[in-house]
Nanobody, 123 residues
Framework: QVQLVESGGGLAQPGGSLRLSCAAS????????MSWARQAPGKGLEWVSG????????YYADSVKGRFTISRDNAKNTVYLQMNSLKPEDTALYYC????????????????WGQGTQVTVSS
């Protein structure tokens, strides 16, 4: 069965960095677009970043552009989110998700989600 398992969350200071990982299993990982989304306390889900199946194209929400980097290792069935220059407003539960088609920024196009990993940015 399809499984997505996130890790790497935790507490970071403003300006700090964290690297999230999402280990995938149960499907042909290298053929799917993957995305990261997040949900801040008291707010709705927000798309963060997407990456094409071969890693040739990456996309970012304006709120994280220039600070976050998405990547993937298809040999390891893993997608990553490197988060730098973290801000308190980045505090959220971060999810990786498999995208059904190519619309990486549309949450309703995600057919499998991980359980999430908590990121807290605070001094």
């Amino acid at each position: 069965q399809v499984q997505l398992v996130e890790s790497g969350g935790g507490l970071a200071q403003p300006g700090g960095s964290l690297r999230l990982s999402c280990a995938a299993s149960g499907f042909a990982f290298s053929t799917y677009v993957m995305s990261w989304a997040r949900q801040a306390p008291g707010k709705g889900l927000e798309w963060v970043s997407g990456i094409y199946s071969d890693g040739s194209a990456t996309y970012y929400a304006d709120s994280v552009k220039g600070r976050f980097t998405i990547s993937r290792d298809n040999a390891k069935n893993t997608v990553y989110l490197q988060m730098n220059s973290l801000k308190p407003e980045d505090t959220a539960l971060y999810y990786c998700a498999r995208v059904r088609g190519t619309y990486y920024y549309i949450l309703s196009e995600y057919d499998y989600w991980g359980q999430g990993t908590q990121v807290t940015v605070s001094s």
